[in-house]
Every structure is written in C-alpha cells, then in structure tokens.
C-alpha cells in the first residue's frame, strides 16, 4: 500500500505494481563506474560550496585585499583503509559443499532420464548417501577422522554420479541441459576437482577455490578478526576525502592493500588534479617503498617512522583519533546500510549493492551539510526581515513622539 502511494496510484489495487526483478535489472544498470563518478559530482559540489563559503568569510574579514589563492600544490588529506562485505550466506564447508554438489548431479540424471527415458533410471544410492551426511552434519563435535571419512562418502558418490552423467550424455547428439542447470554441471566439476585435490594432499587451500556453488565467485578471505577470522565476500577498498567515501577497488579475492597504495594516490590525483599533502594509514601501507614514493611527491605520511624515532617523529605519528572517521563510516555502512549482510547472488549485482551504500553515505553526507546551508541562509534571511521590520517600528515611534512632543503633549525631558 506504502508503495503504490508513492507511486502515486489514485487507489489501491491488488496486482504488484512492478515485477521483483526490476530492482535485478537496476542494479545491473548502476555499474560501479557510474556511481563512482556520481560519488564524485556530490564531492565536488559539497566543495564548490564549501569555497564560496570560505571565499566570502575571507572578503568580509580582509574587505578584499590580499591574495584569494596560493600557488597549486599538494592538497587535502586523504584516509586509506580496507575491508570485506559479507554475503548473506552459510558459513560453507567442504562436507556440506560435496553433499550439494551430490544433491546436483542427482537432478541432472534425473532430468537427463526424462528427457531420453531408456530403461530403468540409473541407480544413485541417494538415501544411502543422504544418511551418511546426515551422521557428519549432525553430530556436534564431529572429530577430524569422521570429517575426512565424511568427505571420502561423498567424493565416491560424486564420481560414481559423474560416471553415469557422461554415459547419458552420450545418448545424446547435441548437449541436452538447459544453461542454467549446464552451468552448475561445470561448477560441481571444478568443486569435485579442488576437493579431491585437497584430500588426496591433507591440505586446506586451491587456487580460485569454490565454497559456494550458486555464488562460484565468492572466496575466503583470512582477515584475522578475533570475531570471525575467515569472511566470505567482496573485499573493498576505501578512500575518505573530507568526510566522503571513494570506492578504489573491488575484488573477489584477497589482496594486501599495502602494495596498490601507489596507484591509490594516482587516483586521488586523477579525481582531484593534485596529490594529497598528507596521507594517513595504518602500518600495512607503511614500507619502505611507498615512504620512499610519497617521499618524493612531498606528501606526508602520518604513520610511525622506520627505526629509532627522533624528537620531531612524534608529528608524522598518527593519532589515536585521526584515523577514526573511516572505522565510522565502515560502521555506519554496515550496522545502518546493510553492508556486513549483502543479500544477492550475482557478482555484478552484489558489486552494485555495495557501490549503492557508499552512495547513500555521500548523499547523507551531503544532506547534512545542505541542511547547514539552507539553516544559515534561511537564518540570514529571517535576520534582515527582523532588522528590516524593527527598524520600521523605532521609526513609526520615533516620529509619533516627535509629533507628541511638538503639540506639548509630552514633555521633552521625558522622551529619550
């Protein structure tokens, strides 16, 4: 009902006004390269008024002399950080990623026997199989032996499934699946690939694994969080400029943010057309290569020197504050905005919901500071109205006791 009216229907019906896939297809519309550069318009907004504020304040103060502007340079501060933005998922292991995987191949023989149906469908031992995860998942406290004796059930019953999908297969003059369940074939193929691999060499790591097989994008990501030292998501960095948020990098798979911090500050320089004059990040950032580089740029990093520190070290440190609007505004993103939870599949979509809420972020921003604007500019207005009207009053006084004083109805001594 909320919805329809402000949509502006004249009545209520009972059909949706829109299909739920439309906020799909808006989200794949809004591309992180267009909300990037709308982040960028509202910055440069927020500093447009921001200099015609300062530019006034100083003509009032200096009545128009001396210089308005210095000479181009470094300019601004600039705050670096990263972090992961959750899926909206189980935490995945490789027990129940085989069982699925399992579940899978059992509908793709399923659909493969419908559509050529030559004798008895092939055996799958499903309840068999079924049972056997079932004791794993269940158990609360399972030991390593029973996890591995778990896994070595399911690999078995995957590669007796894909034994029996090839023979169908070859039923068949062209490919028979359907893209979608096509896809997920593919999917459980490389999943079966890197689980083997990992349980024939006891090990827990494959390149580009795969712990979801409807999000084959997503990987883990080792933060070392005392909360949760593996995440599953997108991991992002961050850049805050005069309390607005600018998305450098989005990436499925882990990075160290302290080796791209070069092309960070390239960005900065190509949004903004100068470097930063001081640069704050946390030690990851701080090798001696980059301090080298900003070195040379003549930016300031605010981090603690390398080696002994001297008397005048204590200035390039960061404070224990100063690195505090960007926690918040992670904060803010994820308990107010939903970004600890993002809650679609797609890679491009889920990239979109998150360049969405740092838009948000910046759009709040800036409407607190129109707020402040539109509160001084209104107050100002409303001050000279009641100037303006006080004025006419002491006049409309004044002359009326003029008037009164000059017919002798008052006393001179008493009009002030």
Not at 69 to 90: F, L, M, R, S
Request: proline share 4%; with cysteine.
């Amino acid at each position: 009902m909320y919805l329809q009216y402000f949509l502006g229907y004249s009545s209520y019906i009972k059909e949706a006004p829109f299909d739920a896939s439309l906020f799909v297809d808006i989200r794949k519309r809004l591309g992180q390269e267009l909300i990037e550069e709308m982040n960028e318009r509202i910055h440069g907004f927020s500093m447009e008024r921001a200099t015609k504020k300062e530019e006034k304040n100083r003509g009032k103060n200096n009545s128009g002399d001396g210089p308005t502007g210095g000479e181009p340079g470094n300019k601004g501060e600039v705050i670096y950080d990263a972090t992961v933005c959750p899926q909206d998922t189980a935490y995945p292991t490789d027990h129940g990623l085989l069982n699925k995987a399992r579940e899978l191949t059992e509908e793709i023989i399923d659909v493969l026997h419908r559509k050529q149906p030559l004798g008895k469908k092939p055996r799958t031992y499903r309840q068999i199989a079924r049972k056997a995860y079932l004791k794993v998942a269940q158990n609360k406290n399972p030991s390593k032996k029973t996890i591995r004796k778990g896994i070595k059930f399911q690999l078995q019953y995957l590669r007796r499934n894909f034994r029996t999908i090839e023979k169908q297969l070859d039923r068949f003059e062209g490919f028979p699946l359907e893209h979608k369940l096509q896809r997920k074939y593919w999917i459980i193929q490389t999943v079966y690939k890197q689980q083997l691999m990992m349980f024939e060499s006891r090990s827990h790591q494959a390149e580009d694994r795969i712990v979801r097989i409807h999000e084959p994008h997503l990987r883990p990501i080792v933060r070392g969080k005392s909360r949760a030292k593996t995440e599953f998501g997108a991991k992002i960095h961050l850049s805050l400029v005069d309390g607005y948020s600018f998305l450098d990098t989005v990436s499925w798979d882990a990075f160290n943010e302290g080796t791209h911090l070069m092309d960070y500050v390239e960005r900065y320089r190509e949004r903004f057309g100068y470097y930063p004059a001081k640069v704050l990040a946390d030690k990851l950032y701080c090798s001696r290569e980059n301090r080298k580089w900003l070195k040379e740029k003549g930016i300031k990093l605010a981090a603690k020197p390398l080696g002994r520190p001297s008397a005048n070290a204590v200035e390039n440190h960061v404070s224990p504050g100063e690195r505090n609007p960007i926690e918040g505004k992670f904060g803010q993103a994820k308990n107010g905005y939903g970004m600890n939870r993002v809650r679609v599949r797609l890679r491009n979509t889920s990239q979109s919901w998150i360049a969405s809420i740092i838009l948000v972020l910046n759009l709040v921003k800036l409407a607190r500071e129109a707020l402040q604007w539109l509160g001084f500019s209104a107050w100002e207005e409303v001050r000279s109205m009641l100037l303006a009207d006080f004025e006419l009053v002491l006049e409309a006084v004044s002359t009326k006791n003029q008037s009164r004083l000059q017919s002798g109805l008052v006393l001179g001594s008493r009009i002030t």
